[in-house]
Every structure is written in structure tokens, then in C-alpha cells.
């Protein structure tokens, strides 16, 4: 059974860096490609962006200029960063695998 779990701060001051780690269990993060993907409240699902099996990454195009993805296949895990966020970054980030399946979410807050 392949599981997804997100982890990271709850709360990021304005400006700052959101780090979250997508911990894989189950599944070789070398298998498949591994999303990234946002809600902000109200609103809907907001891909951000992707790394794949090979480990290239990919970006929203509203989001490539602060998106960081990267990976450790020795720990098998995944990790976004986010810089310089602002209110509108709040929201449950998720990560997932259209193939394996999705994460719980983890909610992020924004703000001072």
C-alpha cells in the first residue's frame, strides 16, 4: 500500500520560505512522477508543479519564479519550497501521484 505524507509548518510569516516534504512510503519515488497541488480556501485544486521519475522538475508557469522542487531518493521523499509567500499562498497543499494516489494534505497559513 503506497502512502504520502506531507509535512511542514502550519504557519509561514509573510515574505518568508515555505518548506513542506512529501515522505513516500510503498513506492519508489525513482517509479513515477510526484505532484505537488494546492487549495487555497474556496477556491479549487492548483497544480504547481511536478518532478519525475528521473528527477526533472516542472512549474506552473504562475509559479516558477518562486518554486523550488527537489528530491532524496535515499530518504525517499520529495520537498517543495516556496519563497517570499504572501496570504494568497494559504491554503492545503498536497502531494500525489496520479498514479498511486494523493496524500491527506497538510494545511498551510500565511500570514504575520
Known amino acids: 500500500q503506497v502512502q504520502l505524507q506531507e509535512s511542514g509548518p502550519g504557519l509561514v510569516k509573510p515574505s518568508q520560505t515555505l518548506s513542506l516534504t512529501c515522505t513516500v512510503s510503498?513506492?519508489?519515488?525513482?517509479?513515477?512522477?510526484w505532484e505537488w497541488i494546492r487549495q487555497p480556501p474556496g477556491k479549487g485544486l492548483e497544480w504547481m508543479g511536478a518532478?519525475?521519475?528521473?528527477?526533472?522538475?516542472w512549474y506552473s508557469p504562475s509559479l516558477e519564479s518562486r518554486m523550488s522542487l527537489s528530491r532524496d531518493t535515499s530518504k525517499n521523499r520529495f520537498t517543495l519550497q516556496l519563497n517570499s509567500v504572501t496570504p494568497e499562498d494559504t491554503g492545503v497543499y498536497y502531494c500525489?501521484?496520479?498514479?498511486?494516489?494523493w496524500g491527506q494534505g497538510t494545511q498551510v497559513t500565511v500570514s504575520s
Open positions: 510503498g513506492a519508489s519515488i525513482t517509479s513515477v512522477n
Open positions: 500525489a501521484s496520479w498514479q498511486l494516489g
Open positions: 518532478i519525475t521519475d528521473g528527477g526533472r522538475v
